[in-house]
């Protein structure tokens, strides 16, 4: 079993910054890649921006510039550093992670969402 602990929303004003944290722990014999979505009501959960065991880092078009994803891959941690915060970044951020528990056998885990919100 792997859990996923978020930790870092919260509350800022348009243009300030806030850095989320997961961390992967348990059963991970290898990582595949780990990221963040997002949701707010009545819309679908969208990727925000991921990274790969091999460092290879992907984000969405409305982000790029603005958040940056690093990984420990010794602490099995993923970092997004969100700066320039504007409101339509308001939502709830989940932590995702593909991990293989067994060398032949992988799994995609969520964390539990932390709220973020950003006042206009």
């Known amino acids: 079993q792997v859990h996923l602990v978020e930790s870092g929303g919260g509350l800022v004003q348009a243009g300030g910054s806030l850095r989320l944290t997961c961390a992967a722990s348990?059963?991970?014999?290898?990582?595949?890649?780990m990221g963040w979505y997002r949701q707010t009501p009545g819309k679908q959960r969208e990727l925000v921006a991921t990274i790969t065991g091999g460092s290879i880092r992907n984000y969405a078009d409305s982000v790029k510039g603005r958040f940056t994803i690093s990984r420990d891959s010794s602490e099995n941690t993923v970092v997004l550093q969100m700066n320039s915060l504007t409101p339509d970044d308001t939502g709830v951020y989940y932590c995702?992670?593909?991990?293989?528990?067994?060398?032949?056998?992988?799994?995609?885990?969520w964390g539990q969402g932390t709220q973020v919100t950003v006042s206009s």
């Open positions: 348990g059963s991970i014999f290898r990582l595949i890649s």
């Open positions: 995702s992670a593909r991990i293989y528990t067994a060398p032949t056998k992988w799994d995609e885990y």
